[in-house]
């Protein structure tokens, strides 16, 4: 069994996206059914409660015979015997972060999977535990009922992403303020395109989780 510290557990097409690092390897896992990029809703309530940042989880997974390829950190799930070990503590969580400039290869919101297919399976990464400069959360402006985060990172490049992280989105609606020296989860969908087929599909940066310290 794997012990795993949950730092996502966000909104997704499907169901949730929940991930997390293996306090063993301290490698960063998203686990996922085998046929399915989405954790089914109802399997993130577990020992009664809905999974959350910082909770600490015991779950067997095993490495894809084909790795995704924009999304590396995938890990197939072996069975639903997950249980809630503990909770990490807050004051631990610095030093899981990574402080690399730009945020998952770019200085914007986006990435060509082209740049991506040029990476060897070390160098791509689709998950980053953030420390962000001068975090402000904002309404998203084509969305008013969605909330964005605007931020810098270590070398100044300015990032302004969707926030998919349930909890955070209704705390920002009900008028509930968030500490700006929290730490953010960014995440990396897979190649995506808008209803304008026009345009290429593109892998965009989203705020998978943010957790107060």
């Not at 809703?41 to 600490?56: E, G, N, Q, S, T």
């Not at 770019?106 to 040029?118: E, G, H, Q």
């Not at 395109?193 to 599909?201: E, L, M, V």
Request: with cysteine; charged share 25%.
């Amino acid at each position: 069994m794997a012990r795993l510290v949950c730092l996502a557990n966000s909104e997704r097409p499907g169901g949730q996206c929940i991930a997390g690092i293996d306090l063993d390897t301290r490698e960063w896992i998203r686990p996922v059914p085998r046929d399915l990029d989405a954790v089914p809703m109802a399997r993130c309530i577990v020992d009664d409660k809905f999974l959350a940042p910082l909770d600490i989880i015991e779950l067997d997974y095993l490495r894809p015979r084909e790795p995704s390829m924009y999304q590396r950190e995938n890990r197939i799930i072996r069975n639903w015997n997950w249980s809630i070990v503990g909770r990490f503590r807050k004051a631990d969580l610095p030093a899981l972060c990574d402080d690399t400039a730009p945020i998952l290869h770019t200085a914007s919101d986006r990435v060509p999977p082209a740049f991506l297919d040029k990476l060897s399976a070390a160098q791509s990464s689709s998950l980053q535990l953030v420390r962000p400069r001068r975090l402000r959360f904002e309404h998203d402006h084509r969305q008013q009922h969605r909330w964005r985060a605007r931020f810098t990172d270590a070398a100044g490049n300015e990032y302004f992403l969707p926030i998919t992280d349930v909890g955070t989105t209704r705390r920002l609606g009900g008028g509930v303020p968030i500490n700006p020296k929290s730490i953010l989860t960014v995440s990396l969908s897979k190649p995506w395109t808008p209803s304008d087929r026009s345009k290429p599909a593109l892998c965009y940066k989203l705020v998978a989780a943010v957790m107060e310290v």
